[in-house]
């Protein structure tokens, strides 16, 4: 039986594409952690605001919202990024996998060589 995505990643494009989307949700989640920052300042800015007596409240709920429909996001692509991840260890097992298969195959091979070669050597004396 034939491992998943053998045949969807087993081309050397498919596995720089999966290199890109992996570092495509790296920089995704980097992204997302520069957005949360801004809006803490955008929060502590708004509290100044109310507490210097206008009416931000509002403003501080909505920002309080964003806050965490981003923290949302970054769990999102944090898990896609794992994923991606998990999907590339298994394309690198694979290919071990089948060097170790071919290397066996060489090594018994070789085996085969080195006792033909013992057997002739010993018949000419």
């Known amino acids: ?10 081309t050397v494009d498919n596995l720089q594409r999966l290199h890109q989307l992996s570092r495509t949700w790296n ?5 997302l952690g520069d957005l ?5 300042f955008l929060v502590d ?5 109310s ?4 009416e931000a409240q509002s403003a ?3 920002f309080k919202f964003f806050r965490d429909r981003n ?7 944090s898990s896609f990024g794992d994923r991606t991840k998990l999907i590339i260890n298994f394309v690198f097992s694979v290919a071990s996998h089948n060097s170790n298969q071919t ?9 085969i060589i080195a006792e033909t070669k013992q057997d002739n050597s010993s018949m000419i004396t």
């Open 1 to 10: 039986m034939d491992p998943p995505l053998k045949r969807d990643v087993n």
């Open 27 to 31: 920089m995704i989640f980097q992204d």
């Open 36 to 40: 949360e920052e801004r809006i803490d």
């Open 45 to 49: 800015a708004a509290k100044k605001l």
């Open 51 to 54: 507490d210097a007596g206008l």
């Open 60 to 62: 501080i709920e909505s």
């Open 71 to 77: 923290h949302l996001r970054q769990r999102w692509v």
């Open 103 to 111: 290397n066996l195959v060489i090594a018994g091979s070789t085996k």
